[in-house]
């Protein structure tokens, strides 16, 4: 089974704290996404990874980056955070090329930040 | 932009009868995927269904099928003898078809209460 893992399932931070969220999967996938989950806005793309050190802007990037130093791991980074950044952060993976696109899943990192 | 709309924010459906979940997608390709994504309470998120646009057949898994009318641009699911196990957050997703890293287009969700 695939399996995608997250370092924490619950983070409590200060505002103006550096957070580091850490995603690791096992399917030696090429793709790796960073989703932002809040009720009634669905899940909002943050960033995604589609190779070692490769990144792109999703819908949402401001006041965050990533990075992506191996194909198996895909951290995000909080600069600074701040209140408006508590939410449930989702990470996800799949196979590149013409695929079908199925994502893969971790369980959430669910963020509050004081 | 690839826009998802699920109109339903919540649903609830007795425990062995049929439910159907909305979704309706905005797009100007002909290539592309459609998922139904499940989320139960405090779980990781995982796949219930595919389609491929260029597929006529609708797709079925099990007790879970869809009702894929491309030209309306509607992508809806219905879960037949619906368990207290199906009770989650439904995500709609879109995903253009061409291209190794096509971004996904989520629907807000639409939460899925079982009544036993």
């Known amino acids: 089974d695939v399996k995608v893992t997250q370092s924490s399932r619950y983070l409590v931070k200060r505002t103006g704290e550096k957070v580091f969220l850490e995603c690791v999967q096992d399917m030696d996938h090429e793709n790796m996404f960073w989703y932002r989950q809040d009720p009634g806005l669905g899940l909002r793309l943050i960033y995604f990874s589609y190779d070692v050190k490769m990144k792109e802007k999703g819908d949402i990037p401001e006041g965050y980056s990533v990075s992506r130093e191996k194909k198996e791991r895909f951290s995000l980074i909080l600069e600074s955070a701040s209140t408006n950044q508590t939410s449930m952060y989702l990470c996800?993976?799949?196979?590149?090329?013409?695929?079908?696109?199925?994502?893969?899943f971790g369980p959430g990192t669910r963020l509050t930040v004081l | 932009a690839q826009t998802v709309t699920q109109s339903q924010p919540e649903m609830s459906v007795q425990e062995a009868e049929t439910v159907t979940l909305s979704c309706t997608y905005d797009?100007?390709?002909?290539?592309?995927?459609l998922f139904w994504y499940k989320q139960p309470p405090s779980r990781q998120m995982i796949l219930v269904i595919r389609?491929?646009?260029?597929?006529?057949q609708n797709a079925t898994e099990n007790r879970f099928s869809v009702n894929f009318q491309k030209a309306a641009k509607s992508f809806s699911l219905k879960i037949s003898d619906s368990q207290l196990g199906d009770a989650a957050m439904y995500f709609c997703a879109y995903r253009r078809g061409s291209g190794g890293y096509q971004k996904v287009t989520f629907g807000t969700g639409t939460k899925l209460q079982v009544i036993p």
């Open positions: 797009t100007s390709e002909s290539d592309y995927y």
């Open positions: 389609q491929e646009a260029y597929k006529q």
């Open positions: 996800a993976s799949n196979f590149g090329g013409s695929g079908r696109g199925e994502q893969f």
